[in-house]
Structure formats: structure tokens, C-alpha cells
């Protein structure tokens, strides 16, 4: 039955035209809404909704989550206020053609939007932004990731909106906070106040110290707020913040702010207490003091990370396992100098979930004796060459809740992994590369745990050579739910594994990596892109085989691709390229190393059309001078090229 479901759903979409035509001329009989509803969700799903799909098959409903349909634009959003005039709920992320346009619709006829979600939307300005702010008086989250023509004067204008309780301005690299424009909208902010705001993600912005204090000053109730690798920040942010402008404050993350010391953390701990979730990766300057003041001015700590920060000693971690009973999430991945005597009794505390050890290559089995337990259920091991196979499953045999493991380049055995293969089910994230016993036998094994490859949403296996396409196949039958997956340097692999895509009604793959496999072909990745039509990334290095065919398949069928990476595929040329920064309008990040065929006047030849572009990798044998040259030239046509 779903199988013949599938067929017809198909038959449907390839005769679209056909639909479309006999709609316009009247002559369409009204079809049934249980009908309209299937197919929507259809072509939702494959990311093929555009304005004439709207038209024939749009029913009502209070949520819309159009992510990824890259054909939606004005006409589609009129559609949807006709219908759903009610509607809450609107994600429109990654919609290329979103313009102020639609969002000035949506503000006009959606008076009831909640929750608008409009990431990678990167022609969205302040134009729309003032419209937002000023008739949708019940807007509550409002997500503009990544679309970087936002800047501060849209920012004046959403300070306005009253009613936003959430804001995420992360990407967004024109965003200061600072209001120093002449223009009338900014030079009001210094006076605003806006105290909804409760969650502030302002995520690799360029949010200044004077921006964290006109922040300070407009919003009293931020509880959670996310400034990780905003690196215009300097120490004077601290001393704003410390001031207790947000007595409400549970969340805060600093991640990359590496200046950052002992000192300025004793000074937010002072001022926030009821702190629960604090990140201070990448600080290689701290020291146990900043464990002392976590310790004792932080009574209510649930999550912690601490990845790359060298400067703590083990006493210092040992001090935070005896006296942070709290914790249920602790990072310290890249505290390479982390012993056992550091992390023994991390076991002791009873409320922990995830633990994240990532390069802790100093760790013995004997700190994994005391770790484990019912509720713990993610684990990263990941590069602790010093543990052996049994005290790794002896860790996870305790751990039957267990949904993320990630044990690459572990020294696991076939029978540990044999073990691991039956008697995990709840895994939805599993990470074996490097583990040199992985052969056939054994991944055949995982994918016949029906309960295990059902959840399975990531996969990665890099670097396990014995993996044929035999069990490779076994993957895509048996994981419906498999989203990411890594095959990186498994050399045994072929166009063969992929043939088997055809066979199956739900590829909900969108992220594949297969660099350094060696033995792919067009004939293998253009199959691959006619059957995951929702591909975001795809990284096929290294296989010398490909030529511009099959960039010309993954540009027509894979619209939505936002990262590729095709070095050293020595066939591929300008042509090719040409056709995925024409077709693939939400390309974020393409790598094009030691393809001698690809030009610098081929790429700046289609530049405009690639807007959203933002890392760009490619052969240069230039000096500084074209360099320069050609990078100001491609940042005309590309405004977000980093």
C-alpha cells in the first residue's frame, strides 16, 4: 500500500503541468482535502513546493514549516493568508526568494503570527523588518540566522516589536548593537526599552562592547543569552554585564572568547547565581580558580563545557566532580592533559547524562571504571587512544538509554563490536571511523538491529577500508530516518552502493560524505542526486573520476545545496560550476582546491548568481596583488564572501 501510495504521489508530481494547466483554464474538478493535504506534504518533503503547487493543493492548518522549498515567494505567501488567515507558526528557512516583499505580506495579513522563522532568508533588510515590528503586535520568536544584510538599523526597528520574547541574529555579521547612524530610527534606541526579550543568540555577529551595554540598557530579562565567537567583544563587555542588568539569567554561553580569565569569570558568577548552563570553551587561560567560583557562587550548575581549556589542572577537575553535584552535562573535550586521576570519580556524579571527553588521549581504562549508569545518554570518547576495547564496552554496557556514541579511532574489537551491534537500541547517533575491525560481517550486523537502524539519524565511518558495497547498500534500506552519513576513505566503495537509492520512497538523507573513496563516478553521483532531491552537503573529493556531468545532475535535482566539495576532481572545469552557483541559489560554501580547470574568470563569470556564497576555496598560484584584485571583484556580486 505505500508503496503504491509512492508511486501515485510521484505520478502526480511529474504531471504537475498538467494540473496547473487544466486549473488556469477552469476545468480542474475541486479534489478531495484528505488528497491536497497528501500531496503537499509530499512535495514538502522533497523540497519541490513552488507558487503553482500552493495554488492546487495548500489546505488550512495553524503551522506551515516550508524549510528548504527554495521556489517559495510572494504568490505562496498570499496563498497561505487566503487559507490560513489563523496561522501561528511560519518556518520559511533557507527560502532563497523570501524578499521584504513577502515579509511585508506576512505582517499585513498574518496578524497572528507566533513563531516566524526566516534563517538564510539573505535578502530580508530593514525594510521588512520595520513592517514586521509594526503590525505583527503578537510576535513572539523571530530566528534570522544568517541572513546577513540584516544590521543595526533592522535591529532599531525589532527593538520596537514588544511582544518578541526570543531573537536569533546569529550569522549576521552587520549586526554591532552600537546605534551610531544619524538616522532618526537609531538614535531612538538609546532611549528604548524593551524588557519581553528573555533569549538573545547573537552568535558570530560583530556585537561590540558599547553594543553588549546598549543591550544592558534596553533589555532587563534576558535569560539566555549566546555571544560564542563574537570576537569584537573585548574585556569592558564583562564589567556591562556584570552590572546585573539581567537578574534573570540562567543561560550563558561565551565559547571562543578566549581573552577571557579567571578574573572576569569570578565577576559573572557574582552577578548571576542562578546561572545553569554556562560555556567557556576555548579559553586556554583559565585556571582552577574559575572552578572555585563555579563551585561556590553557582549552587543550581547543570551543564557545563569546558572544550580547550588547557589551563585547568587535574586537581581542579577533581574539585568540580566532588562538589558540582548537579551536573548532567559536562564537555572537556581538548583538555588533552586531562589524567585519570582528573576525571575517576566523574561517576560519583549521579545526575550526569552526557559526558564529552574528545581527546583526552592521556585517559586510562581505569577512568572508566566508575563512569556509566542508566541515565547517561550520550558519550564522546572520540581519539582516547589509551582505552582498551573491553573497558569501553564495559562503560557502555551500563549505559542502555545510551543515544549518541562516538568512539572513531577507539581500539574496539570484532566481538565488542558484534556485542554493540545487538544489544543497543536506542542509538541515534553512532560514530565508528578509524575502527579498523569494522568489516562487512560486522555493519551487516547493526543494520539488522531493526530497533537500532530505524532511530539511526547520523552515521559516520570514515576511514573503516574493509566496508564493501554489500553492507554499504544495507545502510540505505535499513535507516529511513538516516539524515547524515560519513563514508570518507572507505576505498572499497563504488557506484554501486548508491544504485540501491531508487528502491526506496523516503531518502531523507541531506548531508554525504564520501571523500577519498576514490571509485565514485557520474554515473553513481548523478543517481544520487535524482534520488536526494533534500541534499544540503556533499563532499565527493578525491574522486578523480567525476566530470562536469554529474555537477550538471546535483545542480538540476539538489537545489538546496548549501555546502560542496569537490577538490581534486581533476575533470571538473568552469562549465560545471558555472551550472551549481547558477542553479544552487543557497550555496554557502563551495571547495574547488587543485581543480586545475576551474578558473577565477569562470567563477566571477556566474558570480551574481550566487549571492549567498560565503567560503570560497579554490587553486591560486597568484600574487597578492590579483588576489586582491579578485576577491574585491567577487565581493560585488557575493556580499557574504568571508
Known amino acids: 500500500e505505500a508503496t503504491l501510495r509512492f508511486e501515485c504521489l510521484k505520478s502526480i508530481q511529474k504531471n504537475l503541468p498538467y494540473f496547473v494547466q487544466h486549473q488556469r483554464n477552469g476545468t480542474l474538478p475541486e479534489l478531495p482535502q484528505d488528497l491536497k493535504q497528501l500531496v503537499f506534504q509530499f512535495l514538502?518533503?522533497?523540497?519541490?513546493?513552488?507558487?503553482?503547487?500552493?495554488?492546487?493543493?495548500?489546505?488550512?492548518?495553524?503551522?506551515?514549516?516550508?524549510?528548504?522549498?527554495?521556489?517559495?515567494?510572494?504568490?505562496?505567501?498570499?496563498?497561505?493568508?487566503?487559507?490560513?488567515?489563523?496561522?501561528t507558526t511560519l518556518c520559511l528557512a533557507d527560502c532563497y526568494r523570501i524578499t521584504d516583499q513577502a515579509v511585508g505580506l506576512i505582517a499585513r495579513n498574518l496578524p497572528n503570527i507566533k513563531k516566524l522563522d526566516l534563517t538564510g532568508c539573505y535578502q530580508l533588510t530593514s525594510i521588512g523588518m520595520r513592517e514586521l515590528s509594526r503590525r505583527c503586535v503578537k510576535l513572539q520568536e523571530l530566528d534570522l540566522s544568517e541572513c546577513r544584510s540584516i544590521d543595526d538599523e533592522a535591529v532599531a526597528f525589532l527593538m520596537e516589536c514588544h511582544s518578541l520574547e526570543i531573537i536569533s541574529l546569529a550569522e549576521c555579521a552587520l549586526v554591532t548593537f552600537q546605534f551610531d547612524s544619524p538616522s532618526p530610527q537609531q538614535q531612538k534606541m538609546h532611549s528604548l526599552k524593551h524588557n519581553g526579550i528573555k533569549s538573545f543568540c547573537l552568535r558570530h555577529t560583530a556585537v561590540t562592547d558599547a553594543g553588549i551595554k546598549n543591550i544592558c540598557s534596553m533589555c532587563s530579562d534576558v535569560r539566555i543569552l549566546d555571544l560564542s565567537w563574537c570576537y569584537q567583544l573585548r574585556l569592558e563587555f564583562v564589567a556591562h554585564i556584570a552590572t546585573k542588568k539581567f537578574p534573570g539569567l540562567f543561560a550563558l554561553n561565551l565559547w571562543g572568547l578566549h581573552w577571557i580569565d579567571d578574573d572576569e569569570i569570578t565577576l559573572i558568577c557574582m552577578a548571576y547565581p542562578k546561572l545553569t548552563s554556562l560555556t567557556l570553551s576555548d579559553?586556554?587561560?583559565?585556571?582552577?580558580?574559575?572552578?572555585?567560583?563555579?563551585?561556590?557562587?553557582?549552587?543550581?550548575?547543570?551543564?557545563?563545557?569546558?572544550?580547550?581549556?588547557?589551563?585547568?589542572?587535574?586537581?581542579?577537575?577533581?574539585?568540580?566532580?566532588?562538589?558540582?553535584?548537579?551536573?548532567?552535562?559536562?564537555?572537556?573535550?581538548?583538555?588533552?592533559?586531562?589524567?585519570?586521576?582528573?576525571?575517576?570519580?566523574?561517576?560519583?556524579?549521579?545526575?550526569?547524562?552526557?559526558?564529552?571527553?574528545?581527546?583526552?588521549?592521556?585517559?586510562?581504562?581505569?577512568?572508566?571504571?566508575?563512569?556509566?549508569?542508566?541515565?547517561?545518554?550520550?558519550?564522546?570518547?572520540?581519539?582516547?587512544?589509551?582505552?582498551?576495547?573491553?573497558?569501553?564496552?564495559?562503560?557502555?554496557?551500563?549505559?542502555?538509554?545510551?543515544?549518541?556514541?562516538?568512539?572513531?579511532?577507539?581500539?574496539?574489537?570484532?566481538?565488542?563490536?558484534?556485542?554493540l551491534s545487538r544489544d543497543f537500541f536506542n542509538l541515534k547517533s553512532l560514530d565508528l571511523s578509524g575502527v579498523s575491525n569494522m568489516d562487512d560481517t560486522i555493519l551487516t550486523a547493526f543494520m539488522l538491529n531493526v530497533e537500532m537502524s530505524k532511530r539511526l539519524v547520523s552515521f559516520k565511518l570514515d576511514d573503516c577500508q574493509k566496508i564493501s558495497d554489500n553492507s554499504a547498500k544495507l545502510i540505505f534500506a535499513n535507516c529511513p530516518q538516516l539524515t547524515s552519513l560519513s563514508l570518507c576513505f572507505c576505498t572499497q566503495l563504488t557506484d554501486a552502493c548508491l544504485m540501491i537509492l531508487d528502491q526506496f520512497s523516503n531518502n531523507s538523507l541531506t548531508s554525504l560524505y564520501l571523500g577519498g573513496c576514490g571509485n565514485f563516478t557520474d554515473a553513481g553521483i548523478s543517481h544520487l542526486a535524482r534520488n536526494c532531491p533534500r541534499m544540503k552537503d556533499l563532499v565527493i573529493p578525491l574522486n578523480k573520476g567525476l566530470t562536469d556531468a554529474c555537477l550538471i545532475s546535483i545542480g538540476d535535482m539538489c537545489r538546496n545545496l548549501k555546502m560542496l566539495n569537490v577538490a581534486y576532481c581533476a575533470q571538473i572545469t568552469d562549465k560545471g560550476i558555472a551550472h551549481i552557483l547558477m542553479h544552487c541559489k543557497n550555496l554557502k560554501k563551495l571547495d574547488v582546491g587543485a581543480c586545475a580547470n576551474v578558473s577565477s574568470n569562470g567563477i566571477l563569470a556566474v558570480a551574481s548568481h550566487c549571492k549567498a556564497l560565503a567560503n570560497l576555496r579554490m587553486r591560486s598560484h597568484w600574487n597578492d596583488g590579483i588576489q586582491n584584485l579578485f576577491r574585491s571583484r567577487m565581493s560585488i556580486h557575493c556580499p557574504q564572501l568571508k
Open 44 to 87: 514538502q518533503s522533497l523540497g519541490k513546493l513552488d507558487d503553482d503547487s500552493f495554488l492546487l493543493f495548500c489546505t488550512p492548518s495553524d503551522t506551515f514549516n516550508l524549510s528548504e522549498c527554495i521556489d517559495v515567494c510572494e504568490v505562496s505567501i498570499d496563498v497561505i493568508s487566503r487559507i490560513s488567515p489563523a496561522l
Open 283 to 419: 579559553m586556554p587561560v583559565l585556571t582552577e580558580q574559575t572552578i572555585i567560583n563555579l563551585i561556590a557562587r553557582l549552587p543550581g550548575l547543570q551543564s557545563l563545557n569546558l572544550w580547550g581549556c588547557l589551563g585547568i589542572s587535574t586537581a581542579g577537575i577533581q574539585l568540580l566532580i566532588r562538589h558540582a553535584a548537579g551536573l548532567h552535562t559536562l564537555g572537556l573535550s581538548h583538555c588533552s592533559h586531562m589524567t585519570d586521576g582528573a576525571i575517576y570519580n566523574l561517576g560519583n556524579l549521579g545526575n550526569l547524562r552526557s559526558v564529552q571527553l574528545e581527546n583526552c588521549s592521556m585517559i586510562t581504562d581505569a577512568s572508566m571504571e566508575n563512569l556509566g549508569g542508566p541515565q547517561i545518554t550520550s558519550i564522546n570518547l572520540r581519539r582516547c587512544f589509551n582505552l582498551n576495547s573491553t573497558s569501553i564496552f564495559k562503560l557502555i554496557s551500563t549505559c542502555p538509554n545510551l543515544q549518541s556514541l562516538n568512539v572513531a579511532q577507539c581500539s574496539l574489537d570484532s566481538q565488542v563490536l558484534l556485542s
